[in-house]
Nanobody
C-alpha cells in the first residue's frame, strides 16, 4: 500500500505562485520505483493531467498549458518520497483540487486510469 498526502493549497492572486507538496509513503514505492503524477479537477470538470515525474526524477512531462509555469521535483528516501509541484504565473483557470497519484507501471502516464494510488487532494483558488 501507498499513502499520499497533499498539502500547500490555498488562495493566491492571478500571477502569483504556489508550491504544492505530496508526501508519499509505503514500501511499494521502492518496490515498483513508482512514478508520480499531478492532476487537477475543477468543479463539473473531469480530472486532468498536470504533470508527471519518474522515480529517479530524470523524466518529467507536463500538460501543454502548464509548460514553463509548473515544475515537478521529488526527493526519495527509504519507503517514502516527497514530490513538489511548483506553480508560477497562476491564472484563474488553474484553480481546482490538485491531486497527486502514484503509478506502478514503468513509463510516462497521463491518464488518471493508469494510476494506482491517490491522495485526498488540496484546493487551489486563484483570484482574478
Amino acid at each position: 500500500q501507498v499513502q499520499l498526502v497533499e498539502s500547500g493549497g490555498g488562495l493566491v492572486q492571478t500571477g502569483g505562485s504556489l508550491r504544492l507538496s505530496c508526501a508519499a509513503s509505503g514500501r511499494a514505492l521502492n518496490t515498483y520505483a513508482m512514478g508520480m503524477g499531478w492532476f487537477r479537477q475543477a468543479p463539473g470538470m473531469e480530472r486532468e493531467f498536470v504533470g508527471f515525474i519518474s522515480w529517479t526524477g530524470g523524466t518529467t512531462r507536463y500538460a501543454d498549458s502548464m509548460k514553463g509555469r509548473f515544475t515537478i521535483s521529488r526527493v526519495n528516501a527509504e519507503d517514502s518520497a516527497l514530490v513538489h509541484l511548483q506553480m508560477i504565473s497562476l491564472k484563474p483557470e488553474d484553480a481546482g483540487v490538485y491531486y497527486c497519484a502514484a503509478v506502478r507501471k514503468v513509463g510516462v502516464f497521463k491518464s488518471p486510469e493508469d494510476y494506482d494510488y491517490w491522495g485526498q487532494g488540496t484546493q487551489v483558488t486563484v483570484s482574478s
